[in-house]
């Protein structure tokens, strides 16, 4: 193939206008088009290529003004044509034509599926010697018909993603040369593309050119053998080219660049310099990988869908929607499958992050959820996917297994034999553990509040303070009795200050009348809890007087020294050294108490867990199951609780100072209700709500 006479196919500019805008070029020039110029600029060009190359002619039909950019009806090699798909509605008639005159002359036709698009030689040019496939995406043709150029053609095809709408086919700003050589303008290109090319071509392999000679289309070039044929090249590029043993003749084909076309537009190459026939070739792997996903929610009114739209552009993917069906009223949500595709894996699982940050959830995977061993105890693989609070799938064995035991801040561990997968945290792994990595094959389910920008202006309205305060613990108290009455379990989690600010009666109401499972809490609390009882202060203040009782300080570890002389609160209780309060309604009542120490404790009371990590395994037993988590005034165990909660959870949290309120949201943890106000009072309102035939304002 390489000695013989190059072979061209041209179609004569007889129709020729700009009579529609579907490219940067034509916008203004409608009509403007002087034919009897085209002619002999186009004439010219047929003059420059046949004295150097065999050119065909196509003729053309009228009412195609852009059928001599003959570039674009489609991709031939040997015997084999495969035709365009345009994106654009109004060429398409000029196809049939063009697979006429293919098939006359006994050539082969494979054609695309026409799930994609794809516009010819315009997107797709062969490196001259090798056989590789460049083609372009992005603007025209899809990033999915690359795949079937692969599958056609047995070579590599390397995918280069467009994002300059006046380089809008791969042949406006991409010349693959002879000796493993190009000449291309890098900004028509997204990063990953140009730094494809970077990677393939030496530095000293490549020319960049420049805005002025690309948009005067140097690179819009037909090339045959040696020789370079283009509208135009600056002095400077002209050298380069030349010191490549190239020659360059400029033609003026000015009227073209009317309607964004120039000398390789105007010329279809039907033999290509490429190495090894195609029927000798072994079948090549497309790199292009692709993911079905699905999006619901207020995709339309929320602005997610074009949000989410943009992120896998943005990420250097395409997307083709599958099935939309839309919320037709305001409250109704909106469905959409879509099928997300990137030039490689890597590529395909940024956007795949990206769309899961906007709650898409990936339906039909292809690819397993991949693991690593844990390389020792305690330690995780390196590339350790982190767990959120979401309910989250993970693809293995062929199908999707919901994670157990969902917290954040975990890794999800595979039990290959069971088919289960669970969340565990990094200290609790051993070694040879199966550890997911990575973000392929998980699927996270958000819910819609946390994808959306709005999401924050919700979360904040979820912080009541003031006059609101009260409407919402009365809903608290109707959504509590709620789950008493159908035995659900409630958790509490509670600071000292519950004690010091006198609302330890109200929590002690609340646990005997059945609305506490479990009290999640420190030192402290039971402490000061008991001090009370004991002595009648809490950290040595009277608490009927409201004042300090002189050595009042040394109340609370006489009380820790009573408990400790006894075995046990439960022992005291047994005793009768404690006779009411909250550690005695948890005693009585048979609830579940996990006091957990700190570096700050006195004592401690015997129950007291002073190893942490054992102390979070206690707690995390504790709440599992609960349906509502009530956190009372107490930051550094609220959000402990709130890390290892899974999403569904109520969680109520109350404290005085709002950054706590705010910080617990800020963990993640947004299924939350904050309320701002004293602990004390809001225990009263609350245990008055509880109450019987109380359902009453107070
Ligand atoms: N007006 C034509 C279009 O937008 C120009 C085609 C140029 N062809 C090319 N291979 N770049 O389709």
């Given at each position: 193939?390489?000695?013989?006479?190059?072979?061209?196919?041209?179609?004569?500019?007889?129709?020729?206008?700009?009579?529609?805008?579907?490219?940067?070029?034509?916008e203004?020039?409608?009509?403007?088009v002087?034919?009897?110029?085209?002619?002999?600029?186009?004439?010219?060009l047929y003059?420059?290529?046949?004295?150097?190359?065999?050119?065909?002619?196509?003729?053309?039909?009228?009412?195609?003004?852009?059928?001599?950019?003959?570039?674009?009806?489609?991709l031939?090699?040997?015997n084999?044509?495969v035709?365009?798909?345009?994106?654009?509605?109004?060429?398409?008639?000029?196809?049939?034509?063009?697979?006429?005159?293919?098939?006359?002359?006994?050539?082969?036709?494979?054609?695309?599926?026409?799930?994609?698009?794809?516009?010819?030689?315009?997107?797709?040019?062969?490196?001259?010697?090798?056989?590789?496939?460049?083609?372009g995406?992005?603007?025209?043709?899809?990033?999915?018909?690359?795949?079937?150029?692969?599958?056609?053609?047995?070579?590599?095809?390397?995918?280069?993603?467009?994002?300059?709408?006046?380089?809008?086919?791969?042949d406006?700003?991409?010349?693959?040369?002879?000796?493993?050589?190009?000449?291309?303008?890098?900004?028509?290109?997204?990063?990953?593309?140009?730094?494809?090319?970077?990677?393939?071509?030496?530095?000293?392999?490549?020319?960049?050119?420049?805005d002025?000679?690309?948009?005067?289309?140097?690179?819009?070039?037909?090339?045959?053998?040696?020789?370079l044929?283009a509208?135009?090249?600056?002095?400077?590029?002209?050298?380069?080219?030349?010191?490549?043993?190239?020659?360059?003749?400029?033609?003026?084909?000015?009227?073209?660049?009317?309607?964004?076309?120039?000398?390789?537009?105007?010329?279809?190459?039907?033999?290509q310099?490429?190495?090894?026939?195609?029927?000798e070739?072994?079948?090549?792997?497309?790199?292009?990988?692709?993911?079905?996903?699905?999006?619901?929610?207020?995709?339309?009114?929320?602005?997610?869908?074009?949000?989410?739209?943009d992120?896998?552009?943005?990420?250097?993917?395409s997307?083709?929607?599958?099935?939309?069906?839309?919320?037709?009223?305001?409250?109704?949500?909106?469905?959409?499958?879509?099928?997300?595709?990137?030039?490689?894996?890597?590529?395909l699982?940024?956007?795949?992050?990206?769309?899961?940050?906007?709650?898409?959830?990936?339906?039909?995977?292809?690819?397993?959820?991949?693991c690593?061993?844990?390389?020792?105890?305690?330690?995780?693989?390196?590339?350790?996917?982190?767990?959120?609070?979401?309910?989250?799938?993970?693809?293995?064995?062929?199908?999707?297994v919901?994670?157990?035991?969902q917290?954040?801040?975990?890794?999800?561990v595979?039990?290959?034999?069971?088919?289960?997968?669970?969340?565990?945290?990094?200290?609790?792994?051993?070694?040879?553990?199966?550890?997911?990595?990575?973000?392929?094959?998980?699927?996270?389910?958000?819910?819609?509040?946390?994808?959306?920008?709005?999401?924050?202006?919700?979360?904040?309205?979820?912080?009541?303070?003031?006059?609101?305060?009260?409407?919402?613990?009365?809903?608290?108290?109707?959504?509590?009795?709620?789950?008493?009455?159908?035995?659900?379990?409630?958790?509490?989690?509670?600071?000292?200050?519950?004690?010091h600010?006198?609302?330890?009666?109200?929590?002690?109401?609340?646990?005997?009348?059945?609305?506490v499972?479990?009290?999640?809490t420190?030192?402290?609390?039971?402490?000061?809890?008991?001090?009370?009882?004991?002595?009648?202060?809490?950290?040595?203040?009277?608490?009927?007087?409201?004042?300090?009782?002189?050595?009042?300080?040394?109340?609370?570890?006489?009380?820790?020294?009573?408990?400790?002389?006894?075995?046990?609160?439960?022992?005291?209780?047994?005793?009768?050294?404690?006779?009411?309060?909250?550690?005695?309604?948890?005693?009585?009542?048979?609830?579940?108490?996990?006091a957990?120490?700190?570096?700050?404790?006195?004592?401690?009371?015997?129950?007291?867990?002073?190893?942490?990590?054992?102390?979070?395994?206690?707690?995390?037993r504790?709440?599992?199951?609960?349906?509502?988590?009530?956190?009372?005034?107490?930051?550094?165990?609220?959000?402990?609780v709130?890390?290892?909660?899974?999403?569904?959870v109520?969680?109520i949290?109350?404290?005085?100072?709002?950054?706590?309120?705010?910080?617990?949201?800020?963990?993640?943890?947004?299924?939350?209700?904050?309320?701002?106000?004293?602990?004390?009072?809001?225990?009263?309102?609350?245990?008055?709500?509880?109450?019987?035939?109380?359902?009453?304002?107070?």
């Amino acid at each position: 193939m390489k000695n013989s006479r190059a072979s061209l196919l041209m179609c004569s500019p007889t129709f020729f206008d700009v009579q529609y805008v579907i490219n940067p070029w034509m916008e203004g020039n409608i009509g403007k088009v002087v034919r009897s110029r085209a002619r002999k600029q186009w004439d010219a060009l047929y003059r420059i290529l046949s004295d150097r190359s065999d050119v065909q002619i196509v003729d053309p039909i009228a009412g195609q003004p852009d059928m001599c950019f003959v570039a674009n009806a489609g991709l031939k090699i040997e015997n084999l044509f495969v035709p365009s798909l345009f994106r654009v509605p109004q060429r398409v008639p000029e196809v049939p034509v063009y697979a006429e005159w293919i098939k006359s002359r006994g050539i082969e036709i494979r054609d695309i599926p026409d799930d994609c698009t794809f516009e010819g030689e315009g997107d797709a040019l062969f490196q001259p010697g090798k056989d590789i496939l460049w083609a372009g995406y992005g603007v025209r043709s899809s990033l999915t018909s690359h795949r079937y150029l692969t599958e056609f053609f047995k070579c590599p095809v390397y995918s280069l993603r467009l994002v300059d709408e006046r380089f809008y086919h791969l042949d406006t700003c991409f010349v693959p040369l002879p000796g493993g050589r190009v000449m291309y303008y890098p900004a028509a290109f997204d990063k990953r593309s140009r730094d494809l090319i970077r990677d393939h071509f030496e530095p000293s392999n490549r020319v960049e050119v420049g805005d002025e000679d690309a948009q005067h289309f140097c690179c819009n070039a037909v090339r045959i053998g040696n020789t370079l044929v283009a509208n135009h090249a600056s002095d400077a590029l002209r050298r380069k080219l030349e010191g490549w043993d190239l020659e360059v003749i400029t033609t003026d084909l000015n009227e073209f660049i009317l309607a964004g076309g120039a000398a390789k537009c105007l010329c279809l190459l039907l033999s290509q310099d490429t190495v090894v026939p195609l029927s000798e070739r072994k079948p090549v792997e497309s790199p292009i990988s692709s993911e079905r996903l699905e999006l619901t929610g207020h995709l339309l009114d929320s602005g997610l869908l074009n949000r989410a739209m943009d992120a896998v552009t943005g990420a250097g993917g395409s997307f083709r929607v599958e099935q939309f069906r839309a919320g037709l009223r305001h409250d109704q949500t909106s469905l959409c499958r879509l099928r997300a595709s990137a030039p490689d894996r890597e590529a395909l699982n940024r956007v795949l992050k990206e769309l899961k940050g906007h709650g898409a959830v990936v339906i039909a995977s292809t690819t397993e959820a991949s693991c690593q061993a844990a390389p020792a105890n305690g330690v995780a693989p390196e590339g350790f996917y982190s767990t959120t609070i979401y309910p989250t799938d993970v693809f293995v064995n062929g199908q999707w297994v919901r994670a157990g035991k969902q917290r954040m801040d975990a890794v999800l561990v595979i039990d290959a034999g069971a088919g289960s997968v669970r969340c565990e945290l990094i200290r609790n792994l051993r070694t040879g553990d199966r550890v997911v990595c990575g973000v392929e094959g998980i699927a996270v389910h958000t819910p819609e509040t946390v994808r959306t920008e709005e999401a924050f202006a919700f979360m904040s309205a979820g912080v009541s303070s003031e006059r609101r305060v009260e409407r919402v613990v009365k809903e608290l108290a109707l959504e509590m009795k709620r789950i008493r009455s159908h035995g659900g379990r409630i958790v509490v989690v509670s600071g000292p200050v519950v004690i010091h600010t006198g609302g330890g009666e109200y929590l002690a109401e609340m646990i005997r009348n059945g609305y506490v499972q479990a009290l999640l809490t420190g030192n402290a609390l039971p402490t000061h809890d008991i001090e009370l009882n004991m002595f009648g202060t809490s950290l040595g203040v009277d608490m009927k007087r409201g004042t300090g009782v002189p050595l009042g300080h040394q109340y609370h570890l006489r009380a820790i020294n009573r408990i400790r002389a006894a075995g046990s609160i439960a022992d005291a209780v047994e005793q009768g050294l404690v006779t009411g309060g909250v550690m005695f309604e948890c005693i009585r009542n048979g609830v579940d108490f996990v006091a957990v120490g700190s570096i700050r404790d006195d004592g401690p009371l015997p129950e007291t867990i002073m190893d942490l990590c054992e102390a979070q395994a206690a707690y995390s037993r504790a709440i599992e199951g609960a349906e509502m988590i009530l956190m009372l005034s107490s930051m550094l165990h609220a959000i402990g609780v709130g890390n290892m909660t899974p999403a569904g959870v109520r969680l109520i949290c109350v404290d005085i100072n709002p950054a706590v309120v705010t910080k617990l949201a800020d963990r993640g943890s947004v299924e939350s209700t904050g309320i701002v106000t004293d602990v004390g009072l809001f225990l009263n309102l609350l245990a008055h709500y509880l109450g019987k035939d109380r359902d009453k304002d107070p």
